[in-house]
């Protein structure tokens, strides 16, 4: 306890020992709330067989409680200024290592390699920089690294998106994309109060369970997408509309009507109505008749 980090006291006096200053276009609003951080550690379900990933450890706050859980605790901060801060709030934990890097850039397969292969699950734990927030979980996804949940703080609204079902506005292609992969669950909602700076959103601490397989099965998955993305291209639009506007040609408009009729959907529905089964039936409809 003597160690930690996280109180407000406490960070604003390493940030001052150090002479450190934040940095706003690195997402660095650091989390103060020690019970906030213990419950994302804990939502991650560690214990000393496992390890975690740490996306932006800061000065360390998270990283202890992750410490104190997990085998083994691996933090990739890109910011060269916390490694010194950061040496000194891991000193009392030996298995957690820092890699100096920018996420998005590195080799995570050969991290794991190098770090995890005794372990018997990982999972990535971060209060996540909020700019960077969609491609640093998208590559995660898309890498099918062996995870076993992603558990984040990012953007409430974000959160949102990636956990809606259908028939709403915040359901779209990022629902979707994150529900091919994971089961989502939102943990808690925390207010901009908990941390330094506060940022001008409120926040929530996402779980993804990450699938074994698939809830759908798809002839291709780059196709899937596409034909996700096509369809939520222009929300107001009807399902028709957007894809004769990006999959079909006007002289195929008959072929599309009869796909759609095929798989039982009526052409004047909204993307946002449709389920991740019926993207997928239609999406292989589609790859079928181009073959
Ligand atoms: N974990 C700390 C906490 O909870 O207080 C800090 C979280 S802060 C929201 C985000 C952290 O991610 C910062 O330390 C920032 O420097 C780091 N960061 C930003 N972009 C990054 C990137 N592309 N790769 C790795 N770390 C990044």
Redesign the pocket.
């Given at each position: 306890r003597a160690f930690d980090v996280a109180s407000p006291k406490r960070t604003k006096e390493i940030i001052q020992k150090h002479g450190f200053t934040l940095k706003k276009s690195?997402?660095?609003?650091?989390?103060t709330d020690a019970n906030i951080l213990h419950n994302i550690a804990s939502a991650a379900k560690l214990d000393p067989s496992k390890g975690a990933l740490e996306?932006?450890?800061?000065i360390g706050?998270?990283t202890q409680q992750l410490a104190k859980a997990a085998g083994k605790v691996v933090a990739?901060?890109?910011?060269g200024r916390?490694l010194p801060i950061l040496k000194e709030t891991l000193e009392p934990y030996p298995h957690a290592s820092v890699v100096h890097g920018?996420?998005?850039k590195l080799d995570l397969g050969k991290l794991w390699h190098d770090h995890f292969a005794g372990c018997s699950g990982v999972s990535v734990v971060?209060?996540?920089?909020y700019y960077?927030t969609t491609p640093i979980i998208m590559k995660l996804l898309e890498e099918k690294l062996p995870l076993e949940h992603i558990v984040v703080m990012i953007q409430r609204e974000v959160a949102d998106r990636m956990s809606a079902k259908p028939g709403g506005k915040e359901y779209g292609s990022l629902s979707i994309a994150v529900q091919y992969y994971a089961v989502p669950d939102i943990v808690t909602i925390v207010p901009p109060t908990v941390f330094i700076p506060q940022p001008n959103v409120d926040s929530a601490v996402i779980r993804l369970k990450l699938r074994e397989a698939p809830p759908v099965r798809v002839e291709d998955e780059g196709f899937f997408f596409e034909v996700v993305h096509a369809c939520f291209a222009q929300r107001r639009k009807t399902l028709s509309n957007n894809l004769l506007a990006g999959l079909f040609g006007k002289p195929e408009k008959p072929a599309m009507e009869a796909i759609l009729a095929e798989c039982g959907i009526d052409p004047s529905r909204r993307g946002e109505t449709l389920s991740i089964s019926e993207y997928a039936s239609l999406a292989n409809a589609i790859w079928l008749y181009r073959k």
């Open positions: 690195l997402g660095q609003n650091f989390l996306i932006g450890p800061g706050a998270l990739v901060e890109i910011d916390l920018d996420v998005l971060a209060n996540l920089p960077v």
